[in-house]
T-cell receptor, first 115, second 114 residues
Framework: DAGITQSPRYKITETGRQVTLMCHQT?????MFWYRQDLGHGLRLIYY???????DKGEVPDGYVVSRSKTENFPLTLESATRSQTSVYFC??????????????FGPGTRLLVL | AQKVTQAQTEISVVEKEDVTLDCVYE???????LFWYKQPPSGELVFLIR??????QNEISGRYSWNFQKSTSSFNFTITASQVVDSAVYFC???????????FGAGTQVVVTP
């Protein structure tokens, strides 16, 4: 049971380059989320998706783009990476819930360093 | 707006001591959910517990216990007889609304020394 996976696990890139972080889940969960974790901030929501082709912005969406053509995949793209996007990125998924309280399960994270 | 405050940045204890992590939340919604997650040094996020706003019954699970009090908007977490393996960052989180977005606190680092 693979659950939720992220790739790559570690990435070093340079300012201005485009980077795509992949997220794949095998549970057929409807909801998927991208968070970034920075010291002192906990985790902050970047984008989320309720189903294929339904996405919306979270708290810190600037500089990021997402897509969801298939239920199981939710890639996050940094269009032109900046040093401030150096962070640990977590993908999460949850079942469809009427009141929004379903538990989110997290992937292992991707450590991104932008030089 | 929703907000989660974990005022304790770091707590250091000696093994077998009890440790209580504080979590205070703010929301205008009457239906909401509270969570605790653990992040060990390996970095993954591990789900510990979920509580809805209509269930104030406190829970004990092994060495873990949770105290949910709506009157003070608090959802505290206690580790009894701490062990070195409890060393981790613990996050409190709040969710409300149909999308289930999580608002996290800044986290509390727990260091348990032998």
């Amino acid at each position: 049971d693979a659950g939720i996976t992220q790739s790559p696990r570690y990435k070093i890139t340079e300012t201005g380059r485009q980077v795509t972080l992949m997220c794949h889940q095998t549970w057929s969960h409807s909801y998927m989320f991208w968070y970034r974790q920075d010291l002192g901030h906990g985790l902050r929501l970047i984008y989320y998706s309720a189903a294929a082709d339904i996405t919306d912005k979270g708290e810190v969406p600037d500089g990021y783009v997402v897509s969801r053509s298939k239920t199981e995949n939710f890639p996050l793209t940094l269009e032109s990476a900046t040093r401030s996007q150096t962070s640990v990125y977590f993908c999460a998924s949850s079942e469809l819930g009427l009141a929004g309280g379903e538990t989110q399960y997290f992937g292992p994270g991707t450590r991104l360093l932008v030089l | 707006a929703q907000k989660v405050t974990q005022a304790q940045t770091e707590i250091s204890v000696v093994e077998k001591e009890d440790v209580t992590l504080d979590c205070v939340y703010e929301t205008r919604d009457t239906t909401y959910y509270l969570f605790w997650y653990k992040q060990p040094p390996s970095g993954e996020l591990v789900f510990l517990i979920r509580r809805n706003s209509f269930d104030e019954q406190n829970e004990i699970s092994g060495r873990y216990s949770w105290n949910f009090q709506k009157s003070t908007s608090s959802f505290n977490f206690t580790i009894t007889a701490s062990q070195v393996v409890d060393s981790a960052v613990y996050f409190c989180a709040l969710s409300s609304g149909s999308w289930g977005k999580l608002q996290f606190g800044a986290g509390t680092q727990v260091v348990v020394t032998p």
